[in-house]
């Protein structure tokens, strides 16, 4: 009687050693899950540097040390901006002028489409180049947006455009080294085509979610045997 109470006891406590291994299998597993999950999305994400970054992932349930029989992973973006800008680039989307009748977009390959001084808006910087006053706007064709253009800019040797209006000779005739320069494309909206791939991120994740929690479980119960 003795022996078979003992064994008894034993056996209990066995299967209790094995359920918590279990679970602590599963929720190691499913934390690898979320890490590779997040690395994934970053990798994704990268062209976007340091938005791209911003990937985390939440754990339930959430307090720490908890077995439960069913754990999950939410892998998310880290802060609204950040969710924002992501979701934007993942899904494309349309955006349209507030504020004003156009978008201005500039023309490739023009004046405007050169890297700027960090922290000016782009069109106030080239209408204080080239004078507000000397910038007319060309109506739409069927084959062609609205197009603002500089006209009688200055050109210099290295393509960047200056101030003009006034250069003419007396005969009316353009002075040397000046053009009317195309430098914006005006459009009420725009769509934005997506510039990365979450969807790829998360199928591949999901794909060895299968492996890392079977690895996972393997480990912890390696240990106790």
Do not use: C
């Not at 056996?11 to 499913?30: A, C, P, S, W, Y």
């Amino acid at each position: 009687m003795d022996l078979e109470l003992a064994l008894e006891g034993n056996l209990q406590t066995f299967e209790d050693n094995l359920i918590k291994d279990v679970r602590e299998g599963m929720r190691e597993g499913v934390r690898d899950l979320g890490e590779l999950g997040k690395a994934n999305a970053r990798k994704a994400s990268q062209v976007l540097g340091a938005v791209g970054m911003a990937w985390s992932f939440t754990l339930y349930p959430e307090a720490r040390g908890s077995l439960a029989d069913n754990p999950a992973v939410v892998i998310h973006p880290r802060g609204e901006s950040a969710e924002t800008i992501l979701r934007t680039q993942a899904r494309g989307e349309t955006i349209t002028a507030k504020g004003a009748r156009n978008l201005w977009f500039p023309v490739p390959g023009s004046p405007a489409d050169r890297p700027k001084p960090r922290g000016q808006s782009l069109v106030k910087y080239m209408l204080d180049r080239v004078g507000a006053e000397n910038v007319v706007i060309i109506p739409a064709t069927p084959n062609r947006p609205a197009m603002a253009l500089a006209r009688d800019a200055s050109i210099t040797k290295t393509g960047r455009v200056g101030r003009g209006g006034r250069a003419r000779t007396r005969s009316g005739a353009f002075r040397k080294g000046t053009a009317d320069v195309p430098l914006f494309y005006l459009v009420p909206n725009a769509r934005l085509e997506p510039s990365i791939d979450l969807n790829r991120a998360f199928r591949d994740t999901e794909t060895r979610a299968g492996d890392v929690i079977a690895n996972a479980l393997a480990n912890a119960l390696g240990r106790s045997s």
